[in-house]
T-cell receptor
Framework: NAGVTQTPKFQVLKTGQSMTLQCAQDMNHEYMSWYRQDPGMGLRLIHYSVGAGITDQGEVPNGYNVSRSTTEDFPLRLLSAAPSQTSVYFCASSYDTANYGYTFGSGTRLTVV | GENVEQHPSTLSVQEGDSAVIKCTYS??????FPWYKQELGKGPQLIID?????GEKKDQRIAVTLNKTAKHFSLHITETQPEDSAVYFC????????????FGRGTSLIVHP
């Protein structure tokens, strides 16, 4: 049972480049979310999904897109990378966030130069 | 929306001492309160949770207490060990609909040998 798998683990982008952070889970969880973690800021919600075909914005959605075509996958797209998007990104999934906790991935450390 | 305050932001203890981290929440309808531990370079991991119909829950050296009247919940770690050093996050969720949990800002616990 792999849990939540995030790729890549590290990435360096140039300003203006685009890329996709991959997230996959094998627990048949309906709920999936993307967070960014910056020093002193805790975990900030970017986008989330409560099931295949359903996505919504979180606290800091600007500059990011998501889609949920399958239950297993929830990729996060950076449209035009900016230095302000330098951060550690975590994907998380849950059977039901109102009653169960998240399983987090190991994170992607992104640097935009 | 829900607001979760977490204190202290940093906690330094000697090995063997107890550590207490406190969170307050604003929405009296919140009814699920998970705690996460994040070790350096890893994603957060669920360590214990409590639901609103329970006042206290224990799991070996960790315990969580909930005071619904005062709208606060606390994580208690007894007989701390160096491997307890990590960042701890609290969160609050309410049932119904597609509610996504609100996280506290985190507490960095340092256990000195």
């Amino acid at each position: 049972n792999a849990g939540v798998t995030q790729t890549p683990k590290f990435q360096v982008l140039k300003t203006g480049q685009s890329m996709t952070l991959q997230c996959a889970q094998d627990m048949n969880h309906e709920y999936m979310s993307w967070y960014r973690q910056d020093p002193g800021m805790g975990l900030r919600l970017i986008h989330y999904s409560v099931g295949a075909g359903i996505t919504d914005q979180g606290e800091v959605p600007n500059g990011y897109n998501v889609s949920r075509s399958t239950t297993e996958d929830f990729p996060l797209r950076l449209l035009s990378a900016a230095p302000s998007q330098t951060s550690v990104y975590f994907c998380a999934s849950s059977y039901d966030t109102a009653n169960y906790g998240y399983t987090f991935g190991s994170g992607t450390r992104l640097t935009v130069v | 929306g829900e607001n979760v305050e977490q204190h202290p932001s940093t906690l330094s203890v000697q090995e063997g001492d107890s550590a207490v981290i406190k969170c307050t929440y604003s929405d009296s309808a919140s009814n699920y309160f998970p705690w996460y531990k994040q070790e350096l370079g890893k994603g957060p991991q669920l360590i214990i949770d409590i639901r609103s119909n329970v006042g206290e829950k224990k799991d070996q050296r960790i315990a969580v207490t909930l005071n619904k009247t005062a709208k606060h919940f606390s994580l208690h770690i007894t007989e701390t060990q160096p491997e307890d050093s990590a960042v701890y996050f609290c969160a609050a969720s309410l049932s119904g609909g597609s509610y996504i949990p609100t996280f506290g800002r985190g507490t960095s616990l340092i256990v000195h040998p």
